[in-house]
């Protein structure tokens, strides 16, 4: 497990260099904007989306430069999510990762400049010749990216989640599609991206889809689960927000017995669409143990 | 002149009815920020931008239907800003083209996910195969205009708005590059987009260029009159707004006078630019005139 944790801390360490070089400088009249998307996308965090996406595209023999790119421009996504879910008509949070959030550390007007920038970017850098040969496989990534972001992917989700805080009615259904979209569409990205950058063949996409979809869901009901019985010290974030607000998720449907059975057997279902790579695959199944017993 | 109103209000229609097919239908639990971003992106306005495109286009020869789904794109990323800029934490604005503002319409956080999802729409358009042939122009579309909305464009522009607005020194120098910015790559995006769709030579897409450029500059000066002198009932906004602030801008800083001269050099520059096209470009010649004396 050890030398899981070595590569996921050197994988986003690679990442966050990465980022780093790609991402504007701040300077000029306009340097405020550019310096929030620098301190929100190369601030603290695991990386998970790019390192999903990485070890994905190496299981079917991705070029490298490409899967680096591709997943900057999945961490950019994310990290604009973070910003505009923080601010203070959405979730209203001072913390995240344990530093003020951009808003708090900026200003409003920043958080929803910076956030909409790193949208643009990450389809700047999906786009350009430099990711990838095949100018295809490029319009390709940006089309599934773009979905993946958009009202019936991660905003759609995050939309719904807004209706569930204000209390609207709810079921497990509907919990389960709002996560799927809010958290699952960017996750599933990851690994279609992957499959794509390789030119896998359809079997071997639809087993990382697969995986990716089943460790999306998990992700989610960890992170209830977390909120719910979290260490905030630990997490970096505000915890018992859901249940403090009377919010609807899986845990306070489920509870928590039920919500951890159920992540668990997400969490072998992920690792069983694994089984045509066999060990070479280990790594992803690493990462699956990782996300389920993760304690931020 | 008539003919060149009617054949705009010909265009914006068209765009319009495009636009109503492509977006998603408001349906699902995520059905309100769909209905959001119909509300922001199917209003009434002008299509400007989706006229210079398909029109910048249509010069160099290119597929009516590539440009129909740029300019429907392009839409889609001018809708998105003004949603976030109409924002209470931006420019806090109750009314735009007659109605409520779409935070006004529905509240702040659907109008900032509204926004986020329009921007992601404008990407799935482009980066769809349906738009061009060669996923190499779709690519190529995609990088620029996530340039051309980006932090050294568009976003960049209104990060200097805000400074400026916020009273930060400036001078003719700033307040010319924030528009340059803020208005004017998106404007430039779209003559580039018609060249690039057209595979027009180096020559016309140069021409195409300069005209936007200029063009861009000159509506933003008019902006800025209007904005000092316009009728409230004709702008479909609130007017007198920069003055009430003490906001620099180039009324401010030239005067009355001054801008509207400058206003009328860069409608010449713009329309010396199409000198290359001979008659063809008569009725890009009437939109800069149109540009020039619009009092909305």
């Not at 780093?20 to 601030?43: C, F, H, K, N, T």
Request: proline share 3%; charged share 30%; hydrophobic share 40%.
């Amino acid at each position: 497990m050890s030398s899981f944790l070595d590569h996921l801390t050197e994988t986003a360490d690679r990442v966050t260099v990465a980022l780093d070089a790609l991402l504007e400088r701040p300077d000029g009249p306009e340097q405020r904007v550019i310096s929030a998307m620098r301190y929100a996308a190369l601030g603290p965090g695991k990386r998970l989306r790019p390192f999903l996406l990485i070890e994905a595209g190496n299981l079917v023999g991705g070029d490298e430069r490409a899967l680096l790119r591709a997943a900057c421009a999945v961490e950019c996504v994310h990290a604009y999510s973070l910003i505009h879910d923080d601010l203070p008509c959405m979730d209203d949070d001072d913390l995240r990762r344990g530093r003020p959030t951009v808003h708090r550390e900026y200003d409003e007007a920043t958080a929803v400049l910076a956030g909409d920038a790193l949208q643009s970017q990450a389809y700047e850098l999906l786009a350009d010749p430099e990711t990838h040969e095949h100018a295809a496989v490029r319009a390709e990534l940006v089309m599934r990216l773009a979905r993946a972001a958009g009202p019936r992917g991660m905003v759609g989700g995050q939309m719904i989640d807004m209706a569930v805080e204000a209390g609207e009615e709810t079921d497990i259904g509907i919990i389960t599609r709002c996560q799927r979209m809010k958290t699952g569409a960017l996750i599933s990205f990851c690994a279609e991206a992957g499959g794509l950058i390789a030119h896998a063949d359809r079997a071997h996409r639809l087993a990382l889809e697969g995986f990716a979809h089943d460790l999306g869901l998990c992700y989610q009901i960890v992170d209830d689960l977390l909120d719910a019985e979290g260490d905030e010290s630990l997490t970096g974030k505000r915890t018992g927000k859901d249940a403090g607000q009377g919010k609807a998720n899986f845990v306070s449907i489920l509870g928590v017995a039920d919500a951890r059975d159920r992540a668990a057997r997400l969490a072998d279902q992920a690792k069983a669409h694994l089984d045509p790579f066999g060990k070479d695959a280990d790594m992803l199944r690493e990462l699956m143990d990782y996300v389920l017993a993760r304690q931020s």
